[in-house]
T-cell receptor, first 114, second 115 residues
Framework: GDSVTQMEGPVTLSEEAFLTINCTYT??????LFWYVQYPGEGLQLLLK?????DKGSNKGFEATYRKETTSFHLEKGSVQVSDSAVYFC?????????????FGTGTRLTIIP | DTGVSQDPRHKITKRGQNVTFRCDPI?????LYWYRQTLGQGPEFLTY????????KSRLLSDRFSAERPKGSFSTLEIQRTEQGDSAMYLC?????????????FGEGSRLTVL
């Protein structure tokens, strides 16, 4: 079945550091890929998405590129802020009938220190 | 507030008791999902509805779990004869349309503690 693997956490960085959170997936066909974020005390919310190979999703300074050849969707940001502290989840949406749901990775807790 | 709302936000119960959670989706959304999240893990799919029809249930969902969505509006998730392993955050999400969207709107969750 479909699965998502995220890098082990937690991750602690200083403000303005470069961020990479790795995500790889296993799926039938070519799923849509997502990053969701959960800020402290809030519900999960969509951060960015990519629906086909080589697409780049971006939002709030974060970017991720859909790499079919490496089955990856790594999240990056050039200069993190304290307000980026949250838990980040990589997820995929299956593209075949009967699998119309999000499958999530285990999440990566990010803490940014001033 | 027009987001997804869940009630109650917290529930503490004794093992063996029944509990029910309610989810009110965004009004124009026709799909509603239930997920379960335990500490340090990602959300795990439980079931989903399109309008009032329950289209898929996870194999992980035991017979003690039942979900309904009468009239395609709000949904309830009931857990009968709770066990300590049921302690988790229960998340509800909704979306409009469906095939291939993946853009779900989540509520803040209902946290269950089974003593």
């Amino acid at each position: 079945g479909d699965s998502v693997t995220q890098m082990e956490g937690p991750v602690t960085l200083s403000e303005e550091a470069f961020l990479t959170i790795n995500c790889t997936y296993t799926a039938t066909g070519y799923p849509s890929l997502f990053w969701y974020v959960q800020y402290p005390g809030e519900g999960l919310q969509l951060l960015l998405k990519a629906t086909k190979a080589d697409d780049k999703g971006s939002n709030k300074g974060f970017e991720a590129t859909y790499r079919k050849e490496t089955t990856s969707f790594h999240l990056e940001k050039g200069s993190v802020q304290v307000s980026d502290s949250a838990v980040y989840f990589c997820a995929l949406w299956g593209v075949y009938f009967g699998n119309e749901k999000l499958t999530f990775g285990t999440g990566t807790r990010l803490t940014i220190i001033p | 507030d027009t987001g997804v709302s869940q009630d109650p936000r917290h529930k503490i119960t004794k093992r063996g008791q029944n509990v029910t959670f309610r989810c009110d989706p965004i009004s124009e959304h026709n799909r509603l999902y239930w997920y379960r999240q335990t500490l340090g893990q990602g959300p795990e799919f439980l079931t989903y509805f399109q309008n009032e029809a329950q289209l898929e249930k996870s194999r992980l969902l035991s017979d003690r779990f039942s979900a309904e969505r009468p009239k395609g509006s709000f949904s309830t998730l009931e857990i009968q004869r709770t066990e300590q392993g049921d302690s988790a955050m229960y998340l509800c999400a909704s979306s409009f349309g469906g095939y291939g969207t993946g853009e779900l709107f989540f509520g803040e969750g209902s946290r269950l503690t089974v003593l």
